[in-house]
């Protein structure tokens, strides 16, 4: 009659001796594999303004403007002058850096957005320039394939 | 000790009593703080994970932080809430577990009353405790908790009568309720320590005990997932550490009580093994049977209300009474055997 | 005199730690016998459907992910194939293959947390943690396939986004023996032990006729002896080329479920092998047009997700976004059951009812 119960006082018994699973985070940091999707990062030298990351967002998240570009030499015509990311609405879906022809904006593998207040979490130009670590290699699945040559 | 209860009493000896009785509830109150703090390492280890490591070295202050965050809460009362009734519930509660302890031997020169009836006081003392759960079901002035209090009323009067009369089989075989008697009764082998005579009696005794202490698995009256915390769901802050507390002291006074009556108490489990100091037998035993009931815990799911009172009367009950019939028999037959 | 008795009013949920998710439940108790049960459902309504009109059919799919938080990719694909079935794209074999591997990895994640969460509602602590670190494996190889633990986004209309990366599926194929080690270990620690038996054995019975009526789908219909699965019946999918049973008991109560989910479970172990050893080459994407119009119509495409039957009807109007998109959840059709069972039994098992019926609240209310 007790045997269903004494197999299993014997598995958590055995679970003493056995290896802990927790990580030990935030004592050592958690490493992402790489195509994780985490913190976008924004090149603006490489943003030809092009609106297709806005118009591709999900959530409408993302908010650019552009200004005519200073140089005459150059073949880009509109260089960036505002890109807002809003953090609250956005789900980290990665389409923005999937459609995004010149990889101006690619992801990163940086998860830890909590802030203290709201205001915070409206990231701007200046910010998404600054968080170069941990960048992702592949972003935009079309480059990739060129890169490879030919589809697939 | 023993010696100075039985002498009549000057203002030293109550000087003495009073410390000693002091100090004793500082020790229970240091025993009950790293018993939770035990109970959730155990727990954790069981289920692959470290439990508390991180205030203090290893977490050793874990438990103490959770006592000052209880201290500092603000103390809640809903607002139909029978004001008195509420306030005393956890009291109720604490103090007959407390109570019960004075009536323990721990070695047989350390004890803090040695009463001819101890095993009958034990038990009328810790029948109170439901009280103060019913009480505070009631006064909450919550659906929930009265559930929970009504459940709990049910199981701790259905399993203290198993409780009681499987403790009958120890005292049928010592001859006295005298809790020293008991142990001393018990000196040899460890083939000679109650449980293994008394086996049914022990087994009885075991199950009627953890479900007597509201653990897992009869854990009804505060099942976690379901009545979401049963009898002290609007209790918060310090009345909340309270009904812990007395659970918890409630748990050592019941694995001291095990010890002293099924598994012999302060003796070595052999002879030779007298040198090493009671004491340390009686705490290797006593930790033994309190990692059992935390380890009970881990493991089991919980049992359903119907089920745990058909458990408590057609099957324990049934068991405990075969017991004394058992042990009744096999002593008259020693008896006439010796002549 | 005698006593005068009343019924109570119980309200369990909104916030409750048993009812998975934001459920409300207005139970009337005599007693703890309950008379009469009404859910009450609609905390976590988030207008998915509405949304969907104003969005294209790539940008629909990260919402999709998150109607069924516990097993997304299924989600994923009954959407994509939707809008395949409708624009007739022929999708390449390699890409349904991972659909497939992705998907049956998904079904034994989410019923893994099913176990733990029931057994954690029945009482017992452990079997929680020992379900959620196998579910850590599962859930690392999804991160390192699609970069994301909980709402993969995977699927696209026409294929899959990313390919396997070099290694992982040896590490599905080494999955498979662990996933089977472990299942013995749940036996020995769950199946076998008697208060747990006692404690859902007969509970919450109701019988076939029943079933189909409230139409119920997934292990709440082959508890009762039914044998309906949508990956037999209507194979989508490279579903027809893998041999796998449909496990059915016949009790129709909660230890029923109990078993046919857990042996689904070995099921899918099955199929993923056979997967994992016929796993071919090629490309991941078909050929699309770079905006997605599909023709004017409607399709119904239907997945057998670890709860039922969820189902996906589309109606298009030649647009890039859809005129109509309907999901018909399996958690919705099959909690209207608890009404009807929970009459004459005790709170106790109303949790365990709700536990073995594996309701999750973001499919619930959409």
Partial sequence: MMKGLVKGLGVTLRNLTKKKVTYKYPDEPIKMPNRFRGVQHFDPEKCIVCNQCARICPTNCISLTGKKNPDPESKVKLIIDTFDLNFEICILCDLCTEVCPTEAIVMTNNFELATYSRDELFKDKEWLAANNTNIREENNVSLLKAKRGGAG | MGDLLVQPLTWGSFLTFTVMAVLFLLLILGMVTYGIYFERKILGWMQLRPGPNRTGKLGLLQTVADVLKLLIKEDTIPSKADRPLFKIAPAISFVPSFVVLATIPYTDKLYFANLDIGVLYYVALSALSTIGIVLGGWASNNKYALLGGMRSAAQLISYAVPLVISAVGVVLISGTMNMIGIVERQEGWFWNWNFLPQILGFGVFVIAAIAELNRSPFDLPEAESELVAGYHVEYSGFRFAFYMLAEYVYMIAMSALITVLFLGGWHAPAPFLDFIPGIIWFILKFCFMFFFIIWLRGTMPRIRIDQLMSLGWRVLLPLSLANIFITAIVVEIIKAING | MAIRTEELLLNVGPQHPSTH??????????????????????????????????????????????????????????????????????????????????????????????????????????????????????????????????????????????????????????????????????????????????????????????????????????????????????????????????????????????????????????????????????????????????????????????????????????????????????????????????????????????????????????
């Fill in chain 3, 21 to 366: 998710g934001v459920f409300r439940i207005v139970v009337k108790i005599d007693g703890e016998i309950i008379k009469e049960a009404t859910p009450v459902i609609g905390y976590l309504h988030r207008g998915t459907e509405k949304l969907a009109e104003d969005l294209n059919y790539t940008q629909i799919i990260p919402y999709t992910d998150r109607l069924d938080y516990v097993s997304a990719m299924t989600n994923n694909y009954v959407l994509v194939s939707a809008v395949e079935r409708l624009m007739q794209i022929e999708v390449p074999e390699r890409a349904e293959f991972l659909r497939v591997i992705v998907m049956e990895l998904q079904r034994i994640a989410s019923h893994l947390v099913w176990w733990g969460t029931y057994l954690l509602d029945i009482g017992a602590m452990s079997p929680f943690l020992f379900a959620f670190r196998d579910r850590e494996i599962i859930i690392d190889l999804f991160n390192e396939l699609c970069g994301a633990r909980l709402t993969y986004f995977y699927m696209r209309v026409g294929g899959v986004k990313w390919d396997a990366p070099d290694g992982w599926i040896e590490k599905v194929r080494d999955f498979i023996p662990y996933m089977r080690e472990r299942l013995k270990v749940y036996d020995d620690l769950v199946s076998g032990n008697e208060i747990f038996l006692a404690r859902i054995k007969g509970i919450g019975r109701y019988d076939a006729q029943t079933a189909i009526d409230y139409g119920l789908t997934g292990a709440n219909l082959r508890c009762t002896g039914v044998k309906r699965d949508v990956r037999k019946d209507h194979p989508y999918s490279v579903y027809d080329r893998f041999e796998f049973d449909i496990p059915t008991r016949t009790e129709g109560d909660c230890y029923a479920r109990y078993l046919v989910r857990i042996e689904e479970i070995k099921q899918s172990l099955r199929i993923l092998e056979q997967a994992v050893e016929m796993f071919p080459e090629g490309p991941i994407m078909a050929k699309l047009p770079r905006v997605l119009r599909p023709p004017e119509g409607e399709v119904y495409s239907r997945v057998e997700s670890p709860r039922g039957e969820l189902g996906c009807y589309l109606v298009s109007k030649g647009k890039d976004s859809p005129y109509r998109l309907k999901f018909r959840r399996p958690s919705f059709v099959n909690l209207q059951i608890l009404p009807k069972i929970l009459v004459g039994e005790s709170i106790t098992n109303l949790i365990t009812i709700l536990g073995a019926t594996d309701i999750v609240l973001g499919e619930v209310d959409a």
